[in-house]
């Protein structure tokens, strides 16, 4: 899109803005970005302030992203207290954390009593606790009882994630009973509700009525009689967990529960949207060795996080030389091997990552356990096998057109089969192990399933050759 | 968890099994697997039935998962067509196809005529085309008409994602004008639904009303006075594009508008989540070379899928070699070189893979585009020099220690910042240009990726070997 000029858009509507700020794929329209960067510049207050009115608070929380700090603080003061809390919701780690810093304590707390509990616990989690202790001081008494309580929970649990507001019935009202409650229920119900959980005297769930059903039901209907099973939510199921039911179960809310039984909020579908997000994400980046900087994190932080992981990888890419060094005669005697050694490990390197990234995410999305374990694992093997024997003729007939030597290429075959073998091996067995002793398969077995390939497969290749070519 | 003997799970009731069925995290019981097994070997029809009448059809579909063709041949008679059809929506690709060659046209038929339209269109696209004549000329007028519209548009848009039931008002109803036609209206609303549609004389959408929103209302308000505004979704959309939108904008549905504007489905969330889970294991997958094989998926199959990959590998793995060839007579000179010379490919082939991870996913999200790519380009590049300078002092140091060779240690340490520089720009050059130019950036970088950082590795450190060791 060609970038509008300042003319044009001076005599542009809040419609045309609106139209101008986001790309076809709704993602922030880059020429959009700068035009707040030159407004900004200016010290365009007017000028700003229509620019930010002409979008959604996630499109602000989103420009906030492509924004420097220095921006970002000329921006916060314009939005209004509905917008901030809004944005403060939808904004990433670094950034938020960058923005909480400088933020006035009243109107930080003005802002966290607009926002759900689950969202307000979560900003409030983010401050330095001096800030947190002037925050909590500057609200209301109901809110902060509820952001302490949310706080109670672990993060990442069904306690963080659920709203405490839900729409709760006796299970011996009717439907219109219920109807009219609605009506006439004010500020305590949620801002929006999809089910309407009927509960015990003893405030258990028993079932859900969805709110569209319940419109369809006759009104002199027990709620007993419309309503159906829900599925209830321990309040300390961790958030991945509650993901894969909302998944499973193709859920919209659900009620959650104390360990008694007793309903103590629920969890929106919406929500567990961006946790489904996050742990795909979190497992994609585990497998590469990186976590999410995030748009804000600087070049150092950046460095630093990574330097560990290549200071794990370099020590295993030692280690694999030292099986190198182990043939150091037979490469001086033939140099070739130097020049061949590399493909049968790069091959084990790579089967391996495919079985393991197969593995982990069969371990994520629950599709593998002890009901399929061992057809799984023969699978993998024979998949190892049946690709080592194809590649043992391929890279068998490369290397003797190579280097015209048929014990050569026998040598780089075998190496390869062996490989292949030991990757399907070990793709497979080291994240059902690490699993099995309760650590995350993907944060951690990309680095011992490459130790392996690098070592069998130098092992072999070098081994090899010095029995069968250099006997 | 200790399995259940056959005499004791005889005596459970119903209930007993439910709780049997899954375990404390909501994944089908291994031992409950087992119980279907056993059951299904000694053909104990009745037996099979209550075990099965005990799940949840979320759970039949997983159960179906882990059993062989054979056991779900079994099974599946004993569905009823309500099951039955569930079962169908929620089964993977292969095992779905292997189900669907061997069922009865009309018993599909009545199931299909139970589903919503876009699960309908999903199965029947997964038939053999002389079945799919078969099952069509079974079906209903109705069912047939809304599968093929369904049909029409192309996989893996909002024209498919999208169910054409939807509850739409004229902007002049009132709030309690509508509740009285939901109330009367039957079965052409849909079987449940969060929001109302106002749409204009031209059944255009105007804005949304929450059923939740709508109970609450004053009866004699106007829809066009309580609807708030929605975020259209163009038919041909591409089911990222709306994953994208529904995460941004916490969407529960959204309305789905043919090219004139005119409404003609919703897509719910419920939808998406399953979208969004398929989407980001797509990038992990193709990250790592492979495609999800489903538990249905023959060795044979799965060997073949990945050859090619590894095949690709292979090219590059040569090509890579070719580069030591160059260099074989240096090797032949000091054989250590050979020892060392994998460590600054191997780094460099990790440290690249963190950047591209990293760019991939900030692509996926949005996080990244022409506002910030500069930026963007430069902290990674910055990144990897910072950590090649590291790199270039741990390896240098180990490396003198190992050879007691000043000059070596220098020659493995500036190969080292040399590969991580490469690394880092090849990390984040490489997905950039690919998704500039419509590739799918997860796909394909990583055999770049490796080829520039074995090459550059293995040439940095033997070309500055020749040149400062060995000259």
Redesign the interface.
Known sequence: MARASDESVALASVEDLEDLALRD????N?AY??MVVDAADRSDTKRLRELIDAL?P??IA?LM??LSSTYREELIPLLSPDDFAEVLSELEGSIREDILENVDPARLAAALGEMDSDDAADVVDDLEDDKKGAVLAAMSDVDRASIETALAYEDETAGRLMQREV?AAPQFWTVGQT?DH??A?GDE?PE???DIYVVDPANKPLGAV???????AKPDALLSAVMEPV?EIPVDMDQE?VA?????????SAPVVEPGGRLVGQIT??D???V??DE??E???A????S??G?GAS??D??RS??W???I??GT??L??GV??VY??S??KL?????????A???GG??G??T???AV?ALA???L????ILMTVW?EV??GL??GV??FV??GA?TFFWFHDPAMALVAGLAMIINLFAAAVAGILLPLALDKMGFDPAASSVVFL?TVT?CVGYFSFLGLATLIILR
């Open positions: 794929d709704y993602a922030l880059p970005v700068e959604h996630a499109d989103d992203g492509f729409m109807i609605v009506r229920a119900l929006l509700f999809f969805a709110v569209s059903r319940l419109l369809q599925t967990e894969y039911i909302f998944d499973k179960y193709h859920l919209i579908v919406d567990i949207v961006g489904i997000q795909s994400e497992d994609m980046l497998l590469a060795g990186v999410d900087p748009r070049i150092l950046i460095t990574r330097f992981w290549l200071l990888n370099l890419a030692i694999a030389s190198i060094a150091q005669g490469i001086a140099a070739a091997l130097a020049v061949l050694n590399p493909i490990a790069s091959m790579n089967a990552t495919q393991l990234t197969v995410r999305t629950k599709e356990n002890a009901a399929n699978r024979a998949v049946l690709n194809a590649f391929v890279i490369i490459t690098d």
